[in-house]
């Protein structure tokens, strides 16, 4: 298994565009989580599903960003528009059941210019 | 609400020299702890869980309830050890059931 894929790698982009961060999860695992990661405030929860269903999202700062799960296999975080202030590396994890060990994917490194 | 507080970000040592990464947390009830690293290019992995009162790669936490701390420590660090640490701590019920992260400590082993 090749463990939590995500994609881009890295991502430059200017304010005001759109960018859409991606992430499989290991197959069979029912829970998935976004995080965000800075200097200055560390790993950061924006928000996690059990079974597809968004249970949380209180961490999601602004209504700019959104995140969906339309299969197990399959989840988006999408920003828009991007703000300088939104560059950070943001990673995606998968567990059995909410509950258990988290498994990280590499995360996308986001420069908005 | 409950908090994580690392509050090194940055810890340097000499290999062979003791290490100990401090944390310290805020919880009402009763929290699992847990310890998280990431080594340069590697993804982030549960480092070990106060739960499992293991040792893992050297690395021990005991967990202080009177104290509300979790520091990690290895009695003579090595340059592989080199990474970045993260504490992080789960309630017991609803919401605080999701793992609260500190803000890191980038350990750097000197050769």
């Not at chain 1, 982009?13 to 029912?30: A, D, F, W, Y």
């Not at chain 1, 950061?44 to 597809?52: K, M, R, V």
């Not at chain 2, 605080?96 to 750097?108: D, M, N, V």
Request: proline residues 6%; hydrophobic residues 35%; glycine residues 8%.
């Amino acid at each position: 298994d090749a463990g939590v894929i995500q994609s881009p790698r890295h991502e430059v982009t200017e304010m005001g565009q759109e960018v859409t961060l991606r992430c499989k999860p290991i197959s069979g695992h029912n829970s998935l989580f976004w995080y965000r990661q800075t200097m200055m405030r560390g790993l950061e929860l924006l928000i996690y599903f059990n079974n597809n269903v968004p249970i949380d999202d209180s961490g999601m700062p602004e209504d700019r960003f959104s995140a969906k799960m339309p299969n197990a296999s399959f989840s988006t975080l999408k920003i828009q528009p991007s703000e300088p202030r939104d560059s950070a590396v943001y990673f995606c994890a998968s567990s059995g059941f909410s509950y258990n060990e988290q498994f990280f994917g590499p995360g996308t490194r986001l420069t908005v210019l | 609400a409950q908090r994580v507080t690392q509050p090194e970000k940055l810890l340097s040592v000499f290999k062979g020299a003791p290490v100990e990464l401090k944390c310290n947390y805020s919880y009402s009830g009763s929290p699992e702890l847990f310890w998280y690293v990431q080594y340069s290019r590697q993804r982030l992995q549960l480092l070990l869980r106060h739960i499992s009162r293991e040792s893992i790669k050297g690395f021990t936490a005991d967990l202080n309830k009177g104290e509300t701390s979790f520091h990690l420590k290895k009695p003579f660090a090595q340059e592989e050890d080199s990474a970045m640490y993260y504490c992080a701590l789960r309630g017991a019920s609803g919401s605080a059931r999701q793992l609260t992260f500190g803000s890191g400590t980038q350990l750097t082993v000197l050769p």
